[in-house]
């Protein structure tokens, strides 16, 4: 084998140490090597796709232009290493750390709460510290800016703000300072005087009692990379890999002779484009370009007639340009300018913007480009330069189209784009449509330009250019050129339309979807614009002049404006602690995470963050890419000649049992449905094993029948288990003697965990008696274990899973690690060494399978004064290929139906459907978010048809007295009620719903709606041994405590709950306690940490470990009663007490009798109420939370900053499962949203602009640890709330437009469907397609 030629030195600083890498590979990103090479494993990855920010680190590069050093936050997994040439790159760990001095930064995130799972936060903490060694005071809007290209899944945001906030010019971070009164004013100032209004706290932090930011502590730029900035080698430096060499030039006529000399090779600059590009096509390009050294690149002159910016410069940098250029030039000139700013301050997020540049922007020529079609109506040129010299082409159609006579040559580079100023008569507009507001590719986006005969109407020039509606950005030339000489009124508008749905057509079929919506964005971003033009035509007119054109009316201004991106306020209310509780007493106090300080520094340990273990290999997945098939054949053999592979596990590897008889580990002769595990490749390396499964040749034949559509399921009868059902009262009779009938149907789309750590498992085989370590990233290791020790056929006792933390897991990592580790575990024992097996995000997303749709069907009999007398509901959810906990979830979804209700005759009927799907799972409130969705849909359709609001249908139809529920239950809905006057209380509900409907009269095309929820959530599992727990307390001869129960942490703060459970009982400050990790060594045959209970049991337990340890000590406390714990721990020991205690809790009383209907199935019961106020555009179907008011009933909360922090956390989950998540189907069966880009979970600006969360006080239970409760998952449903709030406004725009409600409701409520019901005679002018007469791009599976 031939040497790879030598690769020059590649020099960059990390955390101010310098690292000379010898042979860099350009294929890895810096993300592997931060995590691989250098062991800094505080920088995460969660997509590898750039767009979740979990990997965010900050580079500062020297700027040969302004001469300044430049800082800026990126996406680590999108950075090839080879890119760093000169950089200094700091991570989370060089900021601070807890051993040596916190960041203000970490600090003030984990202090404020901003942390659950803490995998998002490093992320969070390296995007707030850019932004800080940017702006030392950022303005708000900076902040939300910062922050929006990073997900978190656990915390809702709100927190995350707030300690970022604690930075801005005017900190709000004591939060009552914006209610007008500090809380310093009304007490003292430490964290035990919190502000209190009689005895309700508003303070879950105290900012005071933060280090203030010293910038003289930050690092500086190393004087080295300083030096070699200033006097840059000219030469050429080469990196080559195994497969990519990587050339970066020093100056440009090197880089146009490399051009010339490898015409194929592409230029990277961000790799943002290029990188994903090659991840998801494979695709090698053996020679890549890099221009980073050449300054002529970012260059920018200013002229008189327009403003040329180099190809180089980063879209933050073009920004800045463009700001700079509409401050200081006069109106007219800019208008192209102000149109590309409009659309760079939501394009991706700001670590993108960082990355990509305006060349590989334009190059890219991305179908759904929100620059492009701006830069094409604003006649943009491109300057490009080759050996051979330079020349312009416009940057029109054909370029974007690639037509090679508009395009490059293969020697030319893209040196600037030259964009011209706009003239007086010229107007420019840009508009977009996504998903959400922000950090979302557009369904649509356009760019619109009109130039009007001076003083006049008449146009003189038009154009018009959409993306999103085709494989290229596209100009609609023929309608431009026909409307040219016509006034710009509302004939041309009609006439406009006309010719843009013939000249922009869209075949049913088109990849993307949303076909029907596109077409009428089409057309309604142009008559937004209509409405613009003229009513910039009427500033620029005389008064006098100005009836020359068409009047818009107050009532149609609406449509001009578009939501503005504001950060949440908020207040977050709870009853303080009695004040005759011990100051040492932690229970009921905020106390912070206990791993809040090391998520922020990247010091917790997460799965994948575990050392690589001697001998250690990576296994790989293979994955079905059939829906029904038989397998005929699978051909390994190439897969097994490739370096570093070391074997293919099969299910002729496992030894013991392949899961069950219709749920296999993996398969054998047949697959169920695309994603399903048939083999893994274990290899040296992940990029081995990654390119071997390439190499693995599966031959099937398909099998019949394929379902896929709760419809096509119930056709076939293809159901997982029986049907469940409850009935109270006599239906039949009722629905005769009632006023009025409905009849409905709900449709809810199911919905992906995307807890941010993937699913991973780590199994290390030990030399002796077949045991096995397991660390694993689970709910419950206990079924780990099991489901190893049966497919290994080896005891339970030889195995041992380990939990330290786990990145989020909604019910996602309650059942599927079983299945991973189980494989991992086959191929550990197979080949004797350690197995490490992390899911990449797409393979997560399409083995996983998540939160189960659902097709229900109501009927609701009903007085006209609004009582429902009788109803009816029949639900079926699609359970995938096997069942799972699918029975379980029907069972819950009948038991929780009748949500807050009274209504004497219901029947409850459900069903779990088999489709070829894969399997879908638990996830927070397990069938009741989307059951009780059909209740409440009830609800509005009873009000429609009444005349009344939904709110008093609801208050109407409301528990109102001690009663029974259909299993016959007996509960008092005495705290239902105060949650629902509450939250009618504090949220104005009356008076602003008036407003709303003032609102609603004086605008046609935005409205609002608002809507009040009440809940009764039941908490718990069915079944008594269920809610058993077990912990184990040691005490040890320096007096130090170690806990360990049989909960898992995975953000929702568990551990800090046990431990303020353990101070309370054994009387001692946390301090002296510690939680190492969850072990199937320590606390046996444990429960799953689900349903809401795990703090509620697990606390039991500890709570009875310490009792017994206190009553062991005793005596020796009363004989000392002056002496220190470490006295009596001390004479313990010389006594021979024992000084360990296993603490175990025996589990509620819970059982259901489905024979009989009857049952005590849930222990207690979770009270809440919330108010949601939104605004929506008719014409985009976007919408505006704008308030939403929240009460919860936590009883006594153990702790209220973790259990605010569970109800916001899960609100918004629940708002994205109604508006935004969408996961869409191909109809062969394959989930195509598979990342981030595809599915888009809320971001930091959907949280609602006013977001008021209170625990309700004075609420006690007498059963559970403390009188507290498990708010796990309850406030999920209350992001109805936003759900209810958009179909009211929308009903609130079918009013005025005299449609009549049809009573089928689809969730999520996303701009698409807000759109198509806002019918207008835009969605009238849009052709529409006969369903037979094509095949859909996606599939409907609910
Ligand atoms: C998470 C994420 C979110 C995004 N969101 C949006 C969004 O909301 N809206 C939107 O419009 N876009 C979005 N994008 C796309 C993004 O704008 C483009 O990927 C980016 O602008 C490409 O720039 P780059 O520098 O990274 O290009 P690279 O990936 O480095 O290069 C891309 C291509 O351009 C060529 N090229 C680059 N420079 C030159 C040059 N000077 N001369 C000749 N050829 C050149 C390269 O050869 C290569 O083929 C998103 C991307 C990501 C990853
Ligand atoms: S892992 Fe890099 S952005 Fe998601
Ligand atoms: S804390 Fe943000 S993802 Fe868990």
Partial sequence: MSCPPKSDDLVFFVNGRKVIERNADPEVTLLNFLRKNLRLTGTKYACGRGGCGACTVMVSKHDPVSAKIRHFSITACLVPICSLYGAAVTTVEGIGSINTRLHPVQERIARSHGTQCGFCTPGMVMSMYTLLRNHLQPSEEQLMEALGGNLCRCTGYRPILESGRTFCVESTGCQKKRTGKCCLDLGGNDSSSLSRESDICTDLFVEEEFQPLDPTQELIFPPELLRMAKNPEKQTLTFHGERVTWISPGTLKDLLELKAKHPEAPLVLGNTSLGPAMKSQGRVHPILLSPARISELSMVFKTSDGLTIGAGCSLAQVKDILAEQVSELPEEKTQTYRALLKHLKSLAGQQIRNMASLGGHVISRHCYSDLNPILVVGNATLNLISEEGTRQIPLNDHFLAGLASADLKPEEILESVYIPHSQKWEFVSAFR??????????????????????????????????????????????????????????????????????????????????VEFKRTLVVSFFFKFYLEVLQELKKLVKVSDSHHYPEISDKF??????????????????????????????VGRPIMHLSGLKHATGEAIFCDDIPMVDRELFMVLVTSTKAHAKIISIDLSEALE???????????????????????????????????????????????????????????????????????AIKHNSFLC??????????????????????????????????????????????????????????????????????????????????????????????????????????????????RLVLDREDDMLITGGRHPLFGKYKVGFMNNGRIKALDIECFINGGCTLDDSEQVTEFLILKLENAYKI???????????????????????????????????????AAKCGLLPEEIREKNMYKTVDKTIYKQAFSPETLIRCWNECLDKSSFHSRRIQVEEFNKKNYWKKKGIAIIPMKFSVGFAATSYHQAAALVHIYTDGSVLVTHGGNELGQGIHTKMLQVASRELKLPMSYMHICETSTATVPNTIATAASIGSDVNGKAVQNACQILLKRLEPIIKKNPGGTWEDWIEAAFEQRISLSATGYFRGYKADMDWE??????????????????????????????????IIMDACCSLNPA??????????????????????KYSPEGVLYSRGPDEYKIPTITDVPEEFNVSLLPSSRTPLTIYSSKGLGESGMFLGSSVFFAITDAVAAACKERDIVEDFIVKSPATPEQVRMACADRFTEMIPRDDPKTFKPWSIPIA
Wanted: aromatic share 6%.
């Fill in 557 to 586: 201004l609406s449509a001009l404006e578009d939501f503005p991106v504001t950060g949440p306020q908020g207040v977050q209310r709870y009853q303080s602690v009695d004040s005759h509780q011990s100051l040492q007493d932690p």
């Fill in 433 to 514: 449509q996504a998903q959400c507001q922000q950090n979302a590719l557009a369904d649509v986006s356009a760019g619109m330009r009109v130039i009007l005969e001076e003083a006049t109407d008449t146009i003189k020039e038009l154009s018009l250019s959409y993306g999103g509606v085709g494989e290229a950005t596209i100009g609609a030339h023929k309608s431009c050129q026909q409307l040219i000489g016509r006034p710009w009124n509302e004939p041309m508008l009609e006439e406009a339309c006309r010719l843009l749905l013939e000249e922009v057509s869209l075949p049913g079929w088109a990849p993307g979807g949303r």
């Fill in 1202 to 1223: 973790i259990d605010i922090g569970q109800v916001e956390g899960s609100f918004i989950q629940g708002m994205g499962l109604y508006t935004t998540e969408e996961l």
């Fill in 1156 to 1189: 009989k209907g009857e049952g005590d199935p849930f222990p207690y019961y979770v009270y809440g109420a919330a108010c949601s106020e939104v605004e929506i555009d008719c014409l985009t179907g976007a919408h505006k939370k704008i308030r939403t008011d």
């Fill in 904 to 942: 004497r005759n219901l029947r409850f009927r459900g069903r779990a459907c088999m489709t070829n799907l894969p399997s879908n799972t638990a996830f927070r409130g397990f069938g009741f978010p989307q059951g009780t969705l059909i209740t409440e849909s009830c609800i509005t359709a009873v």
């Fill in 722 to 835: 029986p049907e469940k059902k409850l009935e109270q009262g006599n239906i039949e009779e009722a629905f005769e003697k009632v006023d009025q009938i409905v009849e409905g149907e709900v449709h809810v789309g199911g919905q992906e965990h995307f807890y941010m750590e993937t699913q991973r498992v780590i199994v290390i085989p030990k030399a002796e008696d077949k045991e096995l370590d397991i660390y694993v990233s689970t709910q419950d290791p206990a079924h780990v274990q099991k489901t190893v020790s049966s497919t290994l056929n080896i005891p339970i006792n030889r195995i041992t899973c380990h939990v330290k933390r786990v990145g989020g897991g909604f019910g996602g990592k309650v059942g599927r690690p079983a299945v991973f580790g189980a494989i991992a575990a086959v191929g550990a024992i197979k080949t004797g060494r350690p197995i």
């Fill in 642 to 712: 490739l370096p570093g592979v070391v074997d293919v596990i099969t299910a002729e590897d496992i030894p013991g049992t392949n899961g069950a008889e219709d749920d296999k580990l993996l398969a054998v002769d047949e697959v169920l449905c695309v994603g399903q595990i048939i083999c893994a490749v274990v290899a040296e390396t992940d990029v081995q094993a990654k390119r071997a499964i390439e190499k693995i040749k599966i031959t099937y034949k398909d099998l019949e029948p394929i379902i896929f559509t709760i419809n096509d």
